[in-house]
Nanobody
Framework: LVQLVESGGGSVQAGDALRLSCSVS?????LAWFRQAPGKEREGVAA????????FYAEPVKGRFTISEDNAKYTLYLQMHSLKPEDTAMYYC?????????????????WGQGTQVTVSS
């Protein structure tokens, strides 16, 4: 059973930074971060390719968020800078054995429980 556990969420002011972490129980080829705000659909935020050679970002977070991985620790990170109130959401990490649609939530099989990020103006 693949398990993912997120941490690092919190309440911050606009312009602040946060780093989310996701501990993954085993190696998984495709890893990504998603978020879901109240009343909205879950959306892809950032993903890392199965060969770890490419990263993918949703347009609203490009230039502000960075996805990375510590292979030795099976830990996925999401470094978030210049946070905005519209970044407020529950953030989830997700894993799949493989996907060629890295920001599509339906392509991921395993999910963490989520960590809340709240950005106030």
């Amino acid at each position: 059973l693949v398990q993912l556990v997120e941490s690092g969420g919190g309440s911050v002011q606009a312009g602040d930074a946060l780093r989310l972490s996701c501990s993954v129980s085993q190696y998984m080829a495709s890893l990504a971060w998603f978020r879901q705000a109240p009343g909205k659909e879950r959306e892809g935020v950032a993903a890392i390719s199965y060969d770890r050679g490419h990263t993918f970002y949703a347009e609203p977070v490009k230039g502000r968020f960075t996805i990375s991985e510590d292979n030795a620790k099976y830990t996925l990170y999401l470094q978030m800078h210049s946070l905005k109130p519209e970044d407020t959401a529950m953030y989830y990490c997700a894993a799949a054995y493989w996907t060629d649609d890295p920001l599509v939530p339906e392509k991921y099989t395993y999910w963490g429980q989520g960590t809340q990020v709240t950005v106030s103006s």
